[in-house]
């Protein structure tokens, strides 16, 4: 059995309408991220909690809405999971520290200096800046009958374990703290948890899983995932430009990053969710789409002593379409497996699948329109500009 | 065959001999049945043991449990007290996991002010995270002495005897037949090193003196108590390794807890000591409730050298002035009598009282290594300088959903394999059926590898193990590729696939090597089950490549050896 016998497909005299196709898809997704105010990332990334809770029946996504409601997360998004409706995934992001934290520092406040009548004015949620080295705090401004030295307060407040980074005395009734983030969010997960079983009294709850992220491990691993994406996109430029050439490397690299800017793209576009998980699909994408390239690259080089005498473009396409039928035959088995999991994986493997079938066609059609056009592109750059030079020799 | 072919099959032999054998355990322990299981863990417990460590093993979140990540808040502590800051944290963390009761806890530092603790299993995050919460307590406490211990021992046989009688030996049979002999003291008492304090006995009584002398056959109905402890030669009882579940859970029962003084209670020694006769055992320890000095009051602990001998160490502590005149009053009534140090409920080591303390600066002397000194000042200061912890990160996963998950992505894969293949066999007929084969190796040796490597199976890494089923085959299909053009090139099939292989080998291994670049920054970047994801990817791909260009083309050889007018591709 044959798919392919010989094409003769001109990959390479198309490459102009695939780059417009491509810039589109690419501006399509930046537009809609940049209009819903960023990609939609995970409670993992954004920081917060997530409970997947399972009633013994279903129950109405609306019940659980309104004891949410109750419990003060009106801001809660609720998905249903899995079919039944007796499922629930629940996200409550970017919890406020403030409140916890102003019972904190009344309850520190009050054991070093009792009798003060202490009070808290305002508070302010410092969100952590991982690029100047700040953690994260918040910032809480307090009145009392007097306030007492700040710095015998503050000595006898470290001693019973609470923690201060900061202390001044604005006036002789006021004064500021700062101290770090406590970690309300792990509270949440525990509230939630209490309110939906005093309110569905009949029903038996079964938390499946649960997720509580801080602020600043979030933006950690935003960081980690970025790493990971660029350490290994400037690895594979290392490892082609060694292997192959520098206009190779680069072609490789720039598809690369065409098909990790698609599957973001559409993932913003379908309303999806980025976590971790994605993150490492896109990474797999990536791995994937320069296998592609490379064995096109590889008949390239092959190519290149074999047929010295034909342009560089009929080259480059007759490698293309030498390789097309591994390129689709690899394709298809990825694609069956990746099929399989999207709807046969569970709910958990399906935003995973999902950012994997997006890669598989983007990688392939990358590796096939996009790599070795822009090494033509390249070289085509260069030889217009030794033309340009000979003349004026 | 030829040399090369004879160099593939010996390596492929190997390959499949090893991975086999590293997957041996974990098919021995998915095939017993829990009876047979629960019949090993009480005769043979090293054995079942051994194979748990070498089994598969699932990741967090496929058996469910608990992983937190705590971050130490320093800001309240002086610079002195920062000093080993994260080192205290660990200690307190550590000791107070082990009352989880899960089976492999993993507790590690993660950079500067992090500690990572992994809970599989646990059913009670709640818990959990109470007591991970709670400050930590230090307390030196009186060890009561051999005549109260006695009595209370015989109080527990009467209460236990005439309470639960036969009900009390179902809860598990004792490995008896090996205790024999009441131990010689002399020789019970292990190298120095495995006790600390043990260079200060003094005057332990001999063996002969031993109100109970207690050689045991089997549970004894009549002495249900003592007669799972192994020796009562000082002031303190020591319980054979298998027996303690049992003895711990005697001693939760309501008949026991009326058996105990008002004023003590028993508690454990941290530390295992080996048994003359072979074996270990845990001492336990009868504990004052009233008679203790706190160790909130201590200032500051740190190794010293020993006076006595020079290569070892003791540990030298301050208390400030309140506890320096507690330490006074208590040491001061008690010469001669054991302390317990106690860190959270457990006995961290129990040093003998030579002399009143009167100033509140003592010592610890004992024949301790560098490092086992500055372990015992951590523990000390762990307990004097209570540091707080904020979670930072905290996912819990439900046993269900991981069984759920499992599941799921078994069935996708199978399902998948199976598509894969019919697909190979329909596209390049018997050739396919090589490259089926290969895929079978693949994922041998992957499990292989990753039971070898203790790698965890983990949810990413269930689809990372289907997404290689779909990916492994690519090394052969673009061998296969290759030959179909060089046979078009009318090529002799020996040559066609000699070309084929060896044509697409260097494409082979750029082609992989770059993916490999990927799941290395995966690896490296991501956290656990992501890690888990990446080890899956990284390993299959090597073991495809191992299979397509080493297993596969042996069989292909071997195959194309033999005359043919057409070549089944």
Redesign the interface.
Known sequence: MEFFHKTNIDFIGFRYKAFIISGLIIVAGLVSAISKGGYKLSVEFKGGTLVQVKFDEAVLIADVRSSLNRAGYATAEIQQYGENGDEYIIKIGGVEETNYASEHLLEGLNKAAPGLQWTVLSTEQLPPDLSKGFEGATMLSVEADSIPEIEGLTARMKENGYGILEATKTTSKQASFRIPLLGAETKVADALKAELVKDFPERTIEIRRTETIGPKVGKELQSKAWAAIIVSLFGILVYVSWRFELKFAVGAVLSLAHDVLVTVGLFSIFNREISLFVVAALLTIVGYSINDTIVVYDRIRENFGLRRRESYEGMLNVSINETLSRTIITVITVFIVTMFLLFMGGEFVRDFAFAMTIGLVTGTYSSVFVASALVVEWQNRITNRRKAARPAA | MNKSDRIRAITSAIVIALSLWFLWPTYRLATMSKEEQQRLEIENPEKIDKLHKKALKLGLDLKGGMHL?LEI?????KADEKRDVLDRALEIVRNRVDQFGVSEPTIQKEGTKRIIVQLPGLTD??RA?RLLGQ?AMLEWRLIRQQDEVAGVLRKLDENMRRVSGDSLVEIGPAKADTLGAVPDPAKSAPAAKAMPGESLFAGTKGADELPLNVPLETVDKTKPFTSLLVSFNRDWVLVREENVPLVRRMLMRPEAQAAMPKDSEFMWFDEWMNLPEGGRGKPLMLVAKDEYVSGANLVGAEPQPNPQSPTQRSVAFTFNRKGGRELARFTGDNVGRFTAIILDGKIKSFPVIKSKIPDGRGVIEGNFTDVEARDLAIILRAGAL?V?M?????????P??GS??IR??L???L???G??VI??M????LAGVIATLGLVLTMVSLFGCLAYFGAALT??G??GL??T???A??AN??IY??I??ELRREKTIRSAVDAGYG?AF??NV?????????????W????G??KG??TT?SIGILTSMFAACVFCRLVFDLWVRRPMKKLSI
């Open positions: 990540t808040d320093d800001s309240q502590l995050p709640d995270k400050t209570p707080t904020f979670t930072r990160e905290e996912r819990t996963v439900g269900s959903l759920d998950s799921q992505g069935r996708a894969g399902f998948g394999a598509a894969v697909f190979m329909v596209y390049y007929q949810l990413p269930i689809a289907v997404l089923v779909g990916m085959v690519d299909v673009l590729e290759r179909r053009e044509r260097v494409t750029d082609s992989n090597l770059t993916t490999l670049i990927t799941a290395i920054a995966l490296q970047f991501g956290t089950p992501i994801f990446a990817l």
